[in-house]
């Protein structure tokens, strides 16, 4: 094992890679790092100078991942959170309860933060709530950690989970109001295909895409190298916002977006597909009243959290 030391690359190396790769930008990676676009540029030259094999495909305005430079990613991803749960036991103050709470990036964002603050109310001064999140393609890797709830989409769930719906899947395609405006004739004309189409450009383990909505209607969804592609949920959303086209909407995500009018729904109706968010519950744990009291909690505040 003493081997792999003298193999690996630099901790900064591997930092700006993670971060290059999630964001798919170098100049993202750059802003979060707070270094310089050249300097994270330096970092995953020298890194696939290392390797003998290019990790990114270099486009004009953004960068995708090799083959090879998602296997690395995957396991640099999953090495950063094994350092991190260690960290988080080591320091864990042992006095004090801890709730966790684990779940994708993208949920924590824009589901779980907004309910944080009711959480802690419930459960007290005394717990601390312990959020890990992971790429939602690393979710499996936290299930049987110490978590007591897993937050997920993931369909169907493995064997074995206990788990409560808290609410249904529901999508239907959203886009800022300018857009909507812009194209009002197509979107009238029910013919979206003819639009910009936001995808993630993950493997969604659950949730439904573009190709969920359109295989619901008969056809298949329209894929071209100019329909943009996001690694992030949030970042989709956030692009979606700005006019730069249509984004699947999930019901129970997106409500915020609604409400400050950065998006609007184009269609009265949505897709009911079957599938739902849930709530994962460990018991070996953690046991007691403090799970039932907050997935309780977090069904209560579904739409508006309180």
């Known amino acids: 094992m003493a081997?792999?030391?003298?193999?690996?690359?630099?901790?900064?190396?591997?930092?700006?890679?993670?971060?290059?790769?999630?964001?798919?930008?170098?100049?993202?990676?750059?802003?979060?790092?707070?270094?310089?676009?050249?300097?994270?540029?330096?970092?995953?030259?020298?890194?696939?100078?290392?390797?003998?094999?290019?990790?990114?495909?270099?486009?004009?305005?953004?960068?995708?991942?090799?083959?090879?430079?998602?296997?690395?990613?995957?396991?640099?991803?999953?090495?950063?959170?094994?350092?991190g749960r260690a960290i988080d036991e080591i320091v864990r103050t042992p006095l004090r309860q801890t709730f966790t709470i684990a779940c994708s990036y993208d949920i924590a964002h824009l589901w779980l933060m907004p309910r944080h603050d009711g959480l802690q109310d419930l459960l007290g001064p005394e717990t601390d709530i312990r959020v890990v999140a992971s790429e939602y393609e690393h979710q499996a890797l936290i299930q049987d950690r110490d978590t007591d709830l897993s937050l997920t989409y993931l369909h169907p769930l493995p064997d074995g989970l206990e788990s409560v719906l808290l609410f249904d899947e529901e999508v239907f395609p959203v886009c800022a109001p300018g857009f909507a405006a812009a194209h009002a004739e197509a979107i009238g004309a029910g013919d979206l295909s003819r639009l910009s189409l936001l995808h993630l450009s993950k493997r969604n383990f659950g949730w439904a895409g573009w190709d969920t909505w359109f295989g619901a209607q008969g056809?298949?969804?329209?894929?071209?190298?100019?329909?943009?592609?996001?690694?992030?949920?949030?970042?989709?959303?956030?692009?979606?916002?700005?006019?730069?086209?249509?984004?699947?909407?999930?019901?129970?995500?997106?409500?915020?977006?609604?409400?400050?009018?950065?998006?609007?729904?184009?269609t009265d109706g949505g897709l009911r597909t079957g599938g739902g968010f849930r709530a994962v519950i460990n018991r070996r744990q953690r046991a007691g009243e403090a799970i039932e009291d907050v997935v309780a909690y977090l069904k209560r505040s579904l739409v508006s959290p309180a």
């Open 3 to 83: 081997d792999y030391r003298f193999k690996l690359p630099s901790t900064s190396a591997l930092s700006a890679f993670e971060s290059a790769a999630r964001h798919c930008n170098f100049s993202r990676a750059a802003e979060e790092l707070r270094t310089s676009q050249p300097a994270v540029s330096r970092h995953i030259t020298g890194l696939e100078g290392m390797l003998g094999a290019a990790l990114f495909e270099r486009q004009r305005n953004r960068v995708t991942l090799t083959a090879d430079g998602q296997r690395l990613y995957h396991a640099v991803v999953a090495g950063f959170e094994e350092i």
């Open 219 to 266: 056809h298949s969804a329209p894929d071209s190298p100019e329909q943009r592609r996001f690694s992030s949920y949030v970042y989709l959303l956030e692009a979606a916002s700005e006019g730069t086209g249509l984004a699947i909407g999930w019901a129970g995500l997106i409500e915020r977006y609604l409400e400050q009018g950065r998006l609007t729904r184009i």
